[in-house]
């Protein structure tokens, strides 16, 4: 079985520019996450999706940060403008459900970005 | 969310049991304790969870206090590939994303 897919896996960018960072979640998983690592911290939840529609968007800065999963399969996270704070690692994460406690999150390797 | 502590590190030597402790005195009954872990540049990937009874997969084993407000997971013999983070977190009804501290790291000696 194939695992959560993320592209591109290292981007350098400079401040004030824009990125976008892309997520295949694993086949059939309704639900997609994406977090962000800071370095020696642990993954924070930006924004969740169950299906095409968001669950919970209340940690991601809606100023800069966007997200879509169109036809609830693939999903982009886009920062712009990009900040020298945003410098982390971007993780897209799937479940095959949602809720109950039990469920699984199944994590892509991440997109670690660089901002200068 | 309730919270858990973890020790920041830990050491252990190959082929030997390792047991992590995580404390989380503010669990509720509804709560379910998950372990991950993340090899080093690698995305977070699941260990085990459980809710009240101790719990055994092929990769390690969990036991859950009787008043559940700790547990341990117990790798029982630690090569180098178990060399971690590893993160203890709690997840219960409603909210679904994870809620991860700094977790332990976890280093094991040749």
């Known amino acids: 079985e194939a695992g959560v897919a993320q592209s591109p896996r290292y981007k350098i960018i400079e401040k004030r520019q824009s990125v976008a960072f892309w997520c295949n979640p694993i086949s059939g998983h309704a639900t997609l996450y994406w977090y962000q690592q800071i370095l020696g911290q642990g993954p924070k939840l930006l924004i969740q999706?169950?299906?095409?529609?968001?669950?919970?968007d209340s940690q991601l800065p809606k100023d800069r940060f966007s997200a879509e999963r169109l036809k609830g399969v693939d999903s982009t996270l886009k920062i712009q403008p990009a900040k020298l704070e945003d410098s982390a690692v971007y993780l897209c994460?799937?479940?095959?459900?949602?809720?109950?406690?039990?469920?699984?999150?199944?994590f892509g390797p991440g997109t670690r970005l660089l901002v200068l | 969310d309730a919270k858990t502590t973890q020790p920041n590190s830990m050491e252990s030597n190959e082929e030997e049991p390792v047991h992590l402790p995580c404390n989380h005195s503010?669990?509720?009954?509804?709560?379910?304790i998950h372990w991950y872990r993340q090899l080093p540049s690698q995305g977070p990937e699941y260990v085990i969870h459980g809710l009240t009874s101790n719990v055994n997969n092929r990769m390690a084993s969990l036991a859950i206090a009787e008043d559940r407000k700790s547990s341990t997971l117990i790798l029982h013999r630690a090569t180098l590939r178990d060399a971690a983070v590893y993160y203890c977190i709690l997840i219960g009804g409603g909210a679904d994303g994870l809620t991860f501290g700094k977790g332990t790291h976890l280093i094991i000696q040749p």
């Open positions: 999706f169950q299906n095409n529609g968001v669950v919970d």
């Open positions: 503010t669990i509720s009954g509804t709560d379910y």
């Open positions: 994460a799937s479940s095959l459900f949602r809720g109950g406690g039990q469920e699984t999150q199944y």
